[in-house]
């Protein structure tokens, strides 16, 4: 009974530091604007890191202010410096062009044998950050790219995670971190990054219009806005639960509504006839950065 229950014990234990094997780490974020905001109040209330282990850095007082509004525990700074030599993980959350400069400015103090870089700038490549980190003498150091949309600010975010010079231990990392603010994809290559930005980042975008879009016909049928807008929304987190239940084709799920002869159809030919799917599919690919 006595070796029953010292097995149970450790093989508890075990498992606790299994499953939070990132509990022990910390975090900093370059950046608390839109986007290293969203990830700093996320993660603050997620289950991965305490927001003692967090830490966030930017040049202006009035973001910090914001960070620390939502939770005096996480730890701010003015200094990207004194930011990141602690972290495990440094997420660099910036404007495309100030990147080299950010990444000058921090490269001296980073133990590249010890932290993993996270860059969320769109549009600068691993062939790009490794230049701008790059230390005489020193390993390339492991760095994620990672597209995140605006959904993040409600935990609802598609993120697509690409890596370069990473384990397979840290890529799990990666991804739970980014689990934790949505959905996390991750992808075999930075080059299926743009498409998931289309799809994704600039599809957020696409969504929004047809919300908009639908709202107007309701308006036009006679329905008020603010109720038009509540029942577009609800129609789609329905179609969202639906297809997320069943696993099904979308096109199974139309046909369950399209009767012979019926409304439904007929609507949805109009919209075709119209070029409904060609103008999202369109629309994508034009988003779509080779």
């Not at 404007?95 to 993993?116: A, F, G, H, M, R």
């Not at 949505?182 to 992808?187: D, E, I, M, R, T």
């Not at 929004?208 to 639908?214: N, Q």
């Not at 509540?230 to 199974?252: C, F, K, S, Y």
Request: net charge negative; hydrophobic share 45%.
């Amino acid at each position: 009974m006595e070796y029953s229950f010292s097995t149970l014990f450790l093989t508890i234990i075990y498992w606790i530091g299994i499953n939070n094997i990132l509990f022990m780490k910390k975090i900093s974020i370059i950046g608390a604007g839109n986007m290293g905001g969203a990830i700093a109040r996320g993660l603050s209330q997620g289950s991965i890191f305490s927001a003692q282990q967090i830490t966030v850095s930017d040049i202006s007082t009035e973001n910090l202010q914001a960070i620390k509004t939502f939770n005096p525990l996480i730890n701010t700074t003015l200094s990207n410096v004194d930011g990141v030599q602690h972290a495990d993980i440094v997420v660099i959350a910036v404007k495309p062009w100030l990147t080299e400069t950010i990444c000058n400015e921090i490269k001296s103090v980073l133990n590249y044998d010890k932290q993993v870089v996270v860059s969320i700038v769109a549009g600068v490549s691993f062939e790009q950050l490794h230049t701008f980190l790059k230390k005489e003498g020193e390993s390339s150091p492991t760095i994620f790219r990672v597209i995140p949309n605006t959904a993040i600010d409600v935990l609802q975010s598609v993120s697509t995670i690409a890596s370069s010079h990473a384990n397979k231990q840290q890529e799990e990392e990666i991804v739970r971190i980014f689990n934790e603010l949505g959905k996390a994809f991750l992808v075999s290559s930075e080059q299926q990054l743009n498409a998931f930005m289309s799809l994704s980042s600039c599809g957020i975008a696409y969504a929004f219009r047809y919300i908009r879009a639908a709202v107007e016909g309701g308006v036009e049928m006679g329905i008020y806005p603010e109720t038009a807008k509540q029942v577009v929304l609800q129609t789609l987190r329905g179609a969202i639960d639906l297809l997320e239940a069943t696993n099904a084709h979308p096109e199974a799920e139309i046909d369950k509504v399209t009767t012979p002869a019926g409304i439904t159809i007929k609507g949805l030919n109009e919209m075709e006839a119209n070029g409904f799917s060609n103008a999202v599919i369109k629309g994508l690919k034009a988003s779509y950065i080779k």
